[in-house]
């Protein structure tokens, strides 16, 4: 298992895809943070704070994870070698934490360059320092919780098909209903009592949460409790080839 997650790493990083997907996440979250005049901009909002990261990073997770996730099972199947894979001495459930890791990997290298921007408003803050540190630091650990469950999600889409393109507009459309969908559903009031527990349902309702700095076991539960179902559903999804 080790073998094959760093195979997938080395796999990311010496070709464009990892970097590129590094690249564009730092670009349009530098751009809105500092250079865009927007309600994001932290220099013409005046306060010491990278909320705007946090706002911005999960629509940007919402196409960037998929371009990740979109390989990992799709294109080992349109080149035939998931079946040499497959028949090696590994579960498939160790197969699929192993290419989980690695995408989840380079979500993690995406977001350390990010703590520049941390430096930076730290620095600038009036006092030095001022800032609200345990709240950035939940705020990341959401961040994390959330982009590790978009991986799952792709995973999951990346399983059910060849085509690389396919998996990747299957992924944005489970990440983006699961993401923002439930609210939606929320704000119709179509189902009176229960509509508070469909909006619990969505992951945005848990990642407002953490972002305030508040880490709630119910939110990590609900994290861990939705990629563990769509890595059962990835196990499900390669098991269907021995029916």
């Given at each position: 298992?080790?073998?094959?997650?760093?195979?997938?790493?080395?796999?990311?990083?010496?070709?464009?895809?990892?970097?590129?997907?590094?690249?564009?996440?730092?670009?349009?979250?530098?751009?809105?943070?500092?250079?865009?005049?927007?309600e994001f901009n932290i220099?013409?909002?005046?306060?010491?704070?990278?909320?705007?990261?946090?706002?911005?990073?999960?629509?940007?997770?919402?196409?960037?994870?998929?371009?990740?996730?979109?390989?990992?099972?799709?294109?080992?199947?349109?080149?035939?070698?998931?079946?040499?894979?497959?028949?090696?001495?590994?579960?498939?459930?160790q197969i699929i934490m192993?290419?989980?890791?690695a995408g989840f990997a380079?979500?993690?290298?995406?977001?350390?360059?990010?703590?520049?921007?941390?430096?930076?408003?730290?620095?600038?803050?009036?006092?030095?320092?001022?800032?609200?540190?345990?709240?950035?630091?939940?705020?990341?650990?959401?961040?994390?919780?959330?982009?590790?469950?978009?991986?799952?999600?792709?995973?999951?889409?990346?399983?059910?098909?060849?085509?690389?393109?396919?998996?990747?507009?299957?992924?944005?459309?489970?990440?983006?209903?699961?993401?923002?969908?439930?609210?939606?559903?929320?704000?119709?009031?179509?189902?009176?009592?229960?509509?508070?527990?469909?909006?619990?349902?969505?992951?945005?309702?848990?990642?407002?949460?953490?972002?305030?700095?508040?880490?709630?076991?119910?939110?990590?539960?609900?994290?861990?409790?939705?990629?563990?179902?769509?890595?059962?559903?990835?196990?499900?999804?390669?098991?269907?080839?021995?029916?």
């Open positions: 298992m080790i073998t094959l997650l760093k195979k997938e790493i080395s796999s990311f990083l010496s070709s464009l895809i990892g970097f590129i997907v590094i690249t564009v996440f730092l670009l349009i979250n530098g751009l809105f943070l500092w250079v865009f005049p927007s220099p013409d909002f005046g306060y010491a704070n990278i909320d705007g990261l946090f706002m911005i990073a999960p629509f940007v997770f919402l196409f960037l994870v998929p371009a990740i996730t979109m390989r990992l099972f799709a294109d080992e199947k349109k080149s035939g070698t998931i079946e040499i894979l497959l028949t090696q001495p590994l579960s498939d459930l192993a290419k989980y890791l380079l979500v993690v290298f995406s977001l350390l360059p990010t703590l520049v921007y941390f430096f930076s408003v730290y620095q600038l803050g009036l006092p030095k320092g001022n800032i609200d540190t345990g709240g950035m630091w939940g705020s990341y650990l959401g961040l994390l919780f959330l982009g590790g469950t978009f991986v799952a999600i792709g995973l999951f889409s990346s399983s059910l098909t060849d085509n690389q393109i396919v998996a990747f507009i299957i992924s944005v459309f489970l990440c983006g209903f699961i993401y923002i969908g439930f609210e939606f559903i929320y704000s119709l009031e179509l189902f009176g009592s229960l509509d508070l527990f469909i909006k619990q349902l969505g992951i945005n309702s848990h990642y407002t949460s953490m972002s305030r700095g508040v880490i709630d076991t119910r939110d990590i539960i609900y994290f861990i409790s939705v990629k563990s179902l769509f890595i059962l559903l990835t196990k499900l999804s390669l098991e269907s080839r021995k029916w």
